[in-house]
């Protein structure tokens, strides 16, 4: 045992060492662990990049999104922090953004970390209190957690439920769940405490993970759902299942549910000070719907079977619902907010920007004294879902390197008047903003 865990040691180290993790600078904050030896703890070094909302004096909450098993996943956790589009969620909510990075090697044992019993509990907390005391804000070892994992990080999160339900505001699970009953005997099996049937939780997927494609590598995480989530709502959980029609184990378009989801889900229950319990959901509001259905009805109307019937939280997040089990197309109809702080300094314009919360940031129109100038991106392209102006991953993080808000105007004068406008992904544009050329 003790040589395997020497060659994870050394195989995690040449993984940091190959891959240096964006720069994390304030507003962004970091802490690294080492691989450890020792019986119980974490076998893989792990990062956790931490970003905090501008000006936020107390925190209420920390969303955490955690990537999955492999490699490529671990690398794709790395920019997690740094996407624009979970941070407006987390703005709003004056909540931190966390992006874990295990180390785990290609084909190295994913629950090693995956499994929270194996050291990443342990882990995940000791980080709490080390960035508490990095950011200065001690509030981050008490408050409530709202969690979001991609296949194994869907086993971390679920897992997670199980060992803090006090903690935790809702949790989301892409194409994956925790193990409630052990297969290795080597822990326990999970008991589901009263506290976590009272956490919104939401189970997603694609359909070629065994809902309509019965084979191949993925075909068996609609099993390992559907058994978790029957089991869930047998107890009176408040889970739901959402199905994206057009994927497999990618993300997909899935972030245009999950983040208005979330959005409701902390709203509801994220208590106004830091220190208070969290607030239960209000019931009364619920919506229902057959599973593998696309029609919900209010929680009063609904005939089927309750125990068996998705648990979604309110009216709004029923319709999104909806729309993203047909084909994953949410309506919107609020544009994105205006760039800001754009500034021209010889050729080159330089401006910051925040994400619309619904539809996210796909990209920018530059225009030079009135006349359309130039489209960033130019070609817009993805393979994985909507394309976004950070180039969303098979993970649901942006791609490296990050995308950086700037362009070069090799024939722009002085006095020369520009405007730029954000685009979301459902085309609405933003008001411009105006910065003269000096």
């Known amino acids: 045992m003790k040589s395997v865990l020497a060659l994870l040691l050394t195989a995690c180290t040449l993984v940091q060492a190959q891959v240096p993790l964006p720069e994390a600078t304030p507003p962004y904050h970091r802490v690294r662990y080492q691989p450890s030896q020792k019986a119980g703890e974490l076998v893989y070094g792990v990062s956790y990049t931490l970003w905090l909302p501008p000006e936020v004096k107390t925190l209420r909450g920390i969303i955490v999104h955690q990537h999955g098993c492999g490699e490529g996943a671990c690398k794709a956790g790395q920019t997690a922090a740094f996407d624009l589009h979970w941070q407006a969620l987390a703005k709003k909510h004056g909540c931190a953004l966390m992006g874990p990075s295990y180390e785990q090697p290609e084909k190295a044992n994913c629950s090693l970390w995956c499994d929270p019993r194996n050291g990443s509990n342990q882990t995940f907390l000791r980080a709490l209190t080390d960035l508490a005391k990095q950011t200065e804000h001690p509030e981050l070892t008490t408050v409530p957690w709202a ?30 769940a925790p193990r409630l009953v052990s297969t290795d005997g080597q822990l326990p099996s999970l ?6 049937l009272t956490v919104p939780v939401m189970s997603n997927l694609g359909t070629q993970e065994g809902v309509t494609v019965k084979e191949g590598r993925f075909a068996k995480v609609w099993e390992g759902t559907e058994k978790f989530f029957l089991t869930m709502r047998d107890k009176g959980a408040l889970i739901g299942v959402a199905v994206d029609p057009l994927t497999s184990h990618e993300c997909g378009n899935q972030r245009y549910l999950a983040i208005t989801w979330l959005n409701a889900c902390l709203s509801a229950r994220l208590p106004e000070k830091a220190g208070e319990k969290l607030q239960p959901m209000p019931l009364e509001e619920a919506w229902l719907a057959p599973l593998l259905s696309d029609r919900a009805q209010p929680l009063s109307e609904f005939k089927g079977e309750v125990n068996r019937a998705v648990w979604l939280p309110n009216a709004s997040v029923a319709k999104n619902w909806s729309a993203y089990v047909k084909d994953t197309a949410i309506p919107d109809n609020t544009p994105p907010p205006a760039p800001q702080q754009v500034q021209v300094r010889g050729q080159v314009i330089t401006w910051t920007a925040e994400a619309d919360l619904e539809s996210g940031l796909a990209g920018f129109i530059l225009e030079r004294d009135g006349q359309e100038l130039t489209r960033l991106p130019a070609k817009p392209t993805s393979p994985f879902g909507r394309p976004i102006f950070q180039k969303n991953n098979y993970s649901d993080t942006p791609s490296q390197p990050l995308e950086r808000m700037t362009y070069t105007d090799t024939t722009g004068k002085a006095g020369a008047v520009y405007q730029l406008r954000a685009m979301n992904t459902t085309g609405l544009v933003s008001q411009p903003t105006q910065a003269t050329a000096p």
Do not use: D, K, N
Request: proline share 6%; net charge neutral; no cysteine.
């Open 147 to 176: 969690l979001w994992g991609h296949s194994g990080g869907a086993t971390w999160a679920g897992t997670m439920l199980m060992l803090h339900p006090e903690r935790i505001a809702a949790v989301w699970l892409r194409s994956g």
């Open 191 to 196: 008991e589901i405490p009263a506290a976590a």
